[in-house]
C-alpha cells in the first residue's frame, strides 16, 4: 500500500487544528482561578450546547418549525424532558426518551 503524503498531511493539520481549541483554553483556564460568577456562567454552557442541539433537531423539520400533529420526536420529547427534570439521571432519561419514540413509532405504524 502507497501512503500519500498529500492525505497524511491533511489529516496531521486536521488534527493540529482540532487539537489545539480543546487544550489551549483548558491550559490556560488551569492556571486562572476564576471569579465566582465565571464559575456559574461556565455551569451553563454544556447544557446550553446540548438544548440547542436538540431543539433544533425536534422543532426543525424540512427547514420548517414543525407541530406537535406531525412530529413524533417533539411528542416524544415532551414526556422525556419531564423525567429528565424529576430524576437529573442521563440513563434514565436517555432510555426513556428511546423508549417513548420506539413505543410512538410503533403506535402510528398501526394508526
Not at 481549541?21 to 454552557?45: D, H, K, T
Not at 416524544?76 to 413509532?105: C, D, E, Q
Amino acid at each position: 500500500m502507497e501512503i500519500r503524503w498529500d492525505v497524511f498531511l491533511i489529516i496531521v493539520g486536521a488534527a493540529i487544528v482540532t487539537f489545539i481549541p480543546r487544550v489551549v483554553p483548558l491550559m490556560v483556564l488551569s492556571r486562572i482561578e476564576l471569579p465566582e460568577w465565571g464559575m456559574r456562567w461556565l455551569n451553563y454552557v454544556p447544557i446550553s450546547v446540548m438544548a440547542a442541539l436538540i431543539s433544533q433537531e425536534i422543532l426543525v423539520h424540512d427547514g420548517k418549525l414543525s407541530s406537535l400533529t406531525d412530529n413524533i420526536q417533539l411528542v416524544a420529547a415532551i414526556p422525556t424532558f419531564l423525567i429528565a427534570i424529576k430524576t437529573r439521571s442521563l440513563l434514565v432519561t436517555v432510555l426513556s426518551g428511546v423508549i417513548f419514540f420506539m413505543f410512538l413509532r410503533w403506535v402510528f405504524t398501526w394508526v
